[in-house]
């Protein structure tokens, strides 16, 4: 069975600190699809990024970094030099692509990280 | 104006109403899905839909129907709300491609209440 898990339920940190955002996934298939969306107070969810599973490079935009590695089946996002407007909830969701897939994101828990200034 | 459009943004509402929830897109997607947002437990899926004949159910599908009225039409109905399907509800959409990526396209979302 497919399964996100971001264990770590809240995090809060100072302003201009780095922060990392753990994702453990599990799946059966070999072909799949992970992702990171944020919901600011707002509500809204807001893409940031997907990687497919054959493409282990690091990612970097800006002050985001993500981390994929398949042997611990982990997929881990770091923001650099953490401002106020990053306080959000963060959600880690994976897709299975796999032949008669749905196209349906299964979702962890969601991260809620506060930024204090 | 947004591509995937849900309404009522809010909605309070009382046990046993009926409530409808709609969405609609001008994406041009064939595939639309209904989520359900709980601090917590993130979203689950309730329903999905590949066309307009095609509904199926998600995790969470007790307690809820939908309906495809269109391609680009989406809704989700409660026939007898109870407290706990308070949540955020999100509808989302997502493009038709052979090998779909999982790439969803989400609307603003809409808070229901239910006392």
């Known amino acids: 069975a497919q399964k996100v898990t971001q264990a770590q339920t809240e995090i809060s940190v100072v302003e201009k600190e780095d922060v990392t955002l753990d994702c453990v996934y599990e799946t059966r298939d070999t072909t799949y699809y992970l992702f990171w969306y944020k919901q600011p107070p707002s509500g809204e969810l807001v893409f940031l990024i997907r990687?497919?599973?054959?493409?282990?490079q690091n990612e970097i935009s800006g002050r985001y970094s993500w981390n994929f590695q398949k042997s611990t089946s982990s997929f881990n996002f770091t923001i650099t030099a953490s401002q106020v407007v990053d306080s959000a909830v963060y959600f880690c969701a994976l897709s299975e692509a796999g032949s008669g897939n749905t196209g349906k994101l299964i979702f962890g828990q969601g991260t809620t990280l506060q930024v204090k200034p | 104006d947004a591509d995937v459009t849900q309404t009522p943004r809010n909605r309070i509402t009382k046990t046993g109403k009926r409530i409808m929830l709609e969405c609609s897109q001008t994406?041009?997607?064939?595939?639309m899905y209904w989520y359900r947002q709980d601090p917590g437990l993130g979203l689950r899926l309730i329903y999905y839909s590949f066309d307009v004949k095609d509904i199926n159910k998600g995790e969470i599908s007790d307690g809820y129907s939908v309906s495809r009225q269109a391609q680009a039409k989406f809704s989700l109905s409660l026939e007898s709300a109870i407290p706990n399907q308070t949540a955020l509800y999100f509808c989302?959409?997502?493009?038709?491609?052979?090998?779909?990526?999982?790439?969803?396209?989400f609307g603003e979302g809409s808070r229901l209440t239910v006392l």
């Open positions: 990687r497919n599973s054959f493409d282990e």
């Open positions: 994406k041009g997607h064939d595939r």
């Open positions: 989302a959409t997502s493009g038709s491609d052979r090998k779909p990526t999982g790439e969803l396209f």
